[in-house]
């Protein structure tokens, strides 16, 4: 092997070892923008679910409040039929002892 062998050789090296290190900043690059690209979808599926649970939890707030309105509903109903059956049990007791003591 002669000098211009080796010079040969060498240059051939130093030329395979720039791509290498092209084709390596390129991987680091793409790696680089998949992870981007990863965290910037994470990041939107993060807030459909933030925006899904809100909606559940006011969901949940309105049927509750159905159900609080239907409960304090039958509590009124429930309060106006006995003040109404106390009036009508007073006025038969009174039609009654009237009626009775006379």
Same mark, same amino acid.
């Given at each position: 092997m002669t000098d211009a062998d080796t010079k040969l050789i060498?240059? #051939?090296l &130093? $030329?395979?070892?720039?791509?290498?290190?092209?084709? &390596?900043?390129?991987? #680091?690059? &793409?790696?680089? !923008?998949? #992870?981007k690209e990863q965290i910037? !979808?994470?990041?939107? &599926? $993060?807030? =459909?679910l933030?925006? !899904?649970?809100?909606r559940l939890w006011e969901a949940v707030?309105?049927?509750?409040a159905? =159900? $609080?309105r239907a409960h304090g509903g039958g509590k009124?109903?429930?309060?106006?039929i006995t003040a109404l059956g106390a009036v009508v049990t007073s006025s038969a007791a009174a039609v009654f002892i009237t009626k009775f003591f006379k």
């Open positions: 060498s240059g #051939k &130093e $030329n395979l070892e720039g791509w290498l290190e092209r084709i &390596e900043a390129m991987i #680091k690059q &793409e790696i680089s !923008d998949l #992870k910037a !979808d994470l990041r939107e &599926e $993060n807030r =459909r933030a925006d !899904d649970q809100r707030r309105l049927l509750e159905d =159900r $609080n009124v109903l429930h309060g106006v």
